[in-house]
Structures are given as C-alpha cells and as structure tokens.
C-alpha cells in the first residue's frame, strides 16, 4: 500500500470515529425528545432529521458546497465568527458528516428510547431518583443495544460516506482524500490493482467489525448448548 | 380513438426501420457540443444517437465490462489508443475531434490579468484544477505550472477536482478565487465571456487532444460509421470551433 492510501485510511478512521462521537452527543437528547414529547413539533422536527436520507450524496453535497461557499449563508456565517470557509477543510467533512450520518445515529437511538417505555421511569421516580440519575442509571443501561447499533451506523455510513465529500472535499491528501475518494481515483486512473486492495481491505475490515458488534450485543452470541 | 393515439409511435417504428440507431459515450466537457452537432446529424442523416455523459475513466472501466456503446469520444488520446490495443475498439478508426484549451478563470471581473500574473502575486487561498492523473486539463494545467516554475509553491493551495466539470463548479460557487477550467465551460468563440481569464497559451503545456474510435459493437453498424463521418466533417468543425476547442 502506498503512503498516500495509508493516509487516507488514517484520515478516515479519524473522520468518522470524530463523527460518530459528534453524532452521539447530539442525538442522544434529540433522541429523547423525539422518545418522549408529545409537542406539535415532533412530526416535522423527526422528518427533517431522516431528509439527509432522501437527497443522493452528490446532491446534497452539492448544496452544501454552495451554502458553506463564501456567498452562502452557512459560508458567511462562518467567515463572520473569524472561521474562514469550510469547503475542502477537515471541519467541513465533519460538518459534512454529520448530516449525511444524521439518521443513522438519531433513530436507533429514538427507538430504543421509545422501547423503554413508561414503566421503569415511573418505578425510579417512585424511589426518588431525579431526572438526570434516572437518565444516567436507568435509560442508558436499558438503550444500551440502541447505543451500539447508532454507534456502528453512524461509523459505517461515513466511512462509506463518497458522493458528499467528492463535492465538498477537494481530494486533498491528509487534509480530505479519505479512503472511499482514493478507491475511486484508483478506479478512474484505471489502475484497478490498487483499487482492488483498498476496497478489499476495506470490506474485511468493515465485516471484522460488525461480526464483533453482533458478538457483544445482548443476544448476539449464539446459545451454547450443555 | 386508439388508432389515433398509436399513429404517431407506428411514424416512430416506421422511421426506426429505415434509420439507424448508433449509442455514443461522451467526455462530460464535449457534452454541450456534442448535442448540437447530434441535433444536425439526426436532422441530415436520419440516424438516431443517443449520447451518454460520463469520464473517460469510467467510459473505459464500462466498455471493457460490455457497456453498449458503439462510438467513444474520449477527454484524452490515451484511453482510445490503450481500447485499441486491448482489442477493445476497432484498429484504425482512431482521430483527434478535438483540441481543448486550458483557462485560467475566475468569477469575480478583473480577478485574472491577461497574462496570468495573479498566479505570481497571489492574493487567494484556494486555486482549483482538474485531478491530474485522472483528467488532461488537469494535466495540462501541472505542466503550466510547472513551466511557469510555480508547482512548489501553489501546491498548498491546489483543491483537486474530480473532473473539469467540478473543477468550474468549485470556481464558479467562489469556493476558490481562481482554477484552471476549459475554454469551452466559460467562453464562446474563443473569448471568455464570464468572470475573468487568461488563455493558457498552447506551448506552456502538451496538446490536450480529444481523440474518438469506433467501439467493436459498432463496426457494423452504418449510423456509427456515418456519425463519426459526420463529425470529421466541415460542419461538425464548425461547431466544435465555436465551443472553443482548436482542430
């Protein structure tokens, strides 16, 4: 493997183990509200947060290339608060990122939020437990699985991520050119050996990973008989 | 009432029956081009083309694959000749269509001088081009540079685009102050007409020569051979001249 894949590799683990933690501190009380309230909003707050699903990559970065651009109002808005543009930045892919991987975090989580039910907050409250130590006793050990499943999603999909950084990243080494861009120019350059060990190496990596997941999840292991 | 309605589909069939139907793979930059020198084709010859848009590489990776396309205008001379070779394009049909010409441009009026000097006096962050292992222009804007002896010191500021498509569209969004596009996106007979620019002139890089063949699966088709005809002829030229590319 050259140097240059190797950078790309590294550079995509960083992006989306960056994201997958932005994601989860995010979601985890947009999550919960969406679990929990019974407020108008929560029809279309919910839809906007699964729309990143409905628009194809290229698409949606091509008009985030065009908001975050110097005439967009995401683009002046940054250049206003001294941060410069995010175009073809490692902050703009996390940006990025996170609201191609928005879903994929958001409703794993709500769902299991929402199988938890009524029952086990109303138990910790009549033992005195405030809303925070119910929170942090009670709902994450039971959304557990929830947390795994949005965990791997959301790392998957932006190591899969291609289409929104092809518009947005400038395929810049070290800085953009993430392991799905340096497959792909592998590809166009015609030089398909390379090519070859990237995506293989990616999908053993990528099957590795979910085999452990499925492994730790509650239930995952097979039953051993005896 | 439904033999009114069928009419016209049963003209269509009737025309397919004496014309032929010849499908083409285009670099994504000879796009616009292409469809007006089709348009006069079709209205000619009678023949039907139906064009499909895409990069070179990619063209490359389809054809070797069994893609349907029967005519191959590629962004390079490269692609053709290494078809050829492989057995994968018919010997002997190979030509250059068209020769592109490198642009330096910018969106904003008066940002580009028109001897290219703001390439020295800097006063940007981002200059974008074309990914040079994959697209000409690409290429042929690092050969620019690199006569000009200011690869070392742009590289910083390179954005690399995945095609010269994209490479105007980081442009044209002012997402980079200035990058190297082809004549063709941003001028009309030869001038540019937005924004602002220098013509790279033809000896600071190699030709960037276009070349087209003719695919296996079109050999014995006669809309394929007649297209291709059609586009070594005068009125083809005209065209592709007015887009901007030298013959």
């Known amino acids: ?8 590799v590294w550079l995509t683990v960083k992006l989306a183990s960056l994201t997958t933690v932005l994601l989860l501190l995010i979601c985890t009380p947009l999550a919960w509200w969406l679990a929990r309230t019974r407020s108008r909003w929560k029809g279309p707050i919910g839809a906007i947060v699964t729309l990143p699903l409905v628009l194809p990559p290229a698409v949606l970065g091509f008009y985030l290339l065009v908001l975050m651009g110097p005439e967009g109002p995401v683009g002046r808005l940054t250049q206003a608060l001294g941060l410069g543009l995010l175009p073809f930045t490692f902050a703009g892919l996390v940006v990025a990122s996170i609201i191609y991987s928005l879903p994929f975090v958001a409703q794993p989580l709500q769902q299991a939020f929402e199988a938890i039910g009524d029952r086990p907050l109303e138990a910790a409250a009549t033992l005195r437990a405030g809303p925070w130590d119910t ?7 039971l959304a557990r699985p929830g947390f795994i499943t949005a965990s791997v999603l959301g790392f998957a999909h932006t190591v899969g991520e291609f289409g929104v950084i092809l518009m947005i990243g400038g395929n810049i080494p070290g800085q953009t050119q993430v392991l799905s861009m340096a497959i792909y120019n592998h590809v166009e350059a015609m030089d398909y050996a390379s090519a070859h060990w990237l995506a293989g190496g990616m999908l053993a990596f990528s099957f590795l990973v979910l085999l452990l997941v499925n492994h730790f999840k509650p239930g995952g292991r097979p039953a051993r008989h005896g | 009432m439904l033999r009114h309605l069928l009419a016209p ?3 269509c069939l009737a025309g397919f029956a004496y014309a032929g139907e010849v499908v083409v793979a285009v670099a994504a930059n000879f796009a616009a081009p292409m469809k007006r020198i089709v348009a006069e084709f079709e209205r000619e010859t009678g023949h039907q083309a139906t064009l499909a848009f895409g990069s070179t590489g990619k063209f490359y990776a389809q054809i070797k694959n069994g893609a349907p396309f029967q005519v191959f205008l590629a962004a390079d001379d490269i692609t053709p000749a290494r078809l050829e070779a ?4 018919v010997a002997g049909t190979r030509f250059t269509y068209a020769i592109g010409r490198l642009v330096l441009w910018s969106a904003r009026p008066g940002f580009i001088d028109d001897r290219g000097e703001v390439l020295r006096t800097g006063g940007f962050r981002r ?3 074309a990914n040079p292992r994959l697209a000409p222009y690409g290429a042929a804007a690092i050969e620019t540079l690199t006569a000009l ?3 070392e010191t742009l590289r910083p500021k390179f954005v690399t685009a995945d095609n010269i498509a994209q490479a105007h569209q980081f442009v044209a969004s002012g997402n980079a102050e200035l990058g190297f596009v082809a004549l063709a996106q ?3 007979d030869g001038r540019i007409t937005a924004g602002s620019g220098w013509i790279v002139p033809p000896h600071l890089h190699a030709p960037i020569r276009q070349d087209a063949v003719l695919l296996p699966g079109g050999r014995d088709n006669p809309a394929a051979v007649a297209l291709l005809a059609y586009l070594r002829g005068d009125k083809a030229k005209a065209v592709i001249r007015s887009f901007g590319y030298d013959l």
């Not at chain 2, 492989?86 to 394009?89: C, L, N, R």
């Open chain 2, 186 to 188: 941003v001028g009309q």
């Open chain 2, 127 to 129: 200059l974008a081009l």
């Open chain 2, 149 to 151: 002896n200011l690869t």
């Open chain 1, 1 to 8: 493997m050259s140097e240059g894949d190797l950078t790309a």
């Open chain 2, 9 to 11: 589909f049963a003209l």
């Open chain 1, 135 to 141: 929170f942090f006793t009670v709902v994450l050990p």
């Open chain 2, 86 to 89: 492989e057995g994968d394009a």
